[in-house]
């Protein structure tokens, strides 16, 4: 199951993405600042896929002034993964 599970940090380069551009919620049609990072992750999100997400989270250099962390195709949540998040939000 883990390997159903993306987890990723969404750039400002990858903003021109065509796949999103039929979204209208897609990061593409949005503006950004530059003190915001967003994260997305797809997939359950439970133990199997926590790992990947703080190797995501262990990307950023140093704290933004805002984190978005999209979960729109996020079907199922365990507590490891609930865990995950409360140690990013302290």
């Keep these: 199951m883990a390997m159903v599970t993306n987890v990723g940090v969404i750039t400002r ?4 993405d065509d796949d999103e551009a039929i979204d209208i919620n897609a990061i593409s049609n949005k503006k950004v600042p530059d003190e915001v990072e967003v994260f997305e992750i797809n997939g359950p999100f439970f133990f199997g896929a ?11 250099e140093s704290p ?3 984190l978005i962390i ?13 865990h995950a998040l409360e140690e990013v939000y302290s």
Excluded: Q, Y
Excluded at 13 to 16: I, N, Q, R, S, Y
Excluded at 52 to 59: E, G, N, Q, T
């Design 70 to 82: 999209r979960m729109r195709n996020v079907p199922a949540i365990d507590g490891t993964g609930i």
């Design 64 to 66: 933004p002034k805002v």
């Design 50 to 60: 926590v790992s990947k997400f703080r190797d995501a989270i262990r990307f950023i």
């Design 13 to 16: 380069e990858l903003k021109d």
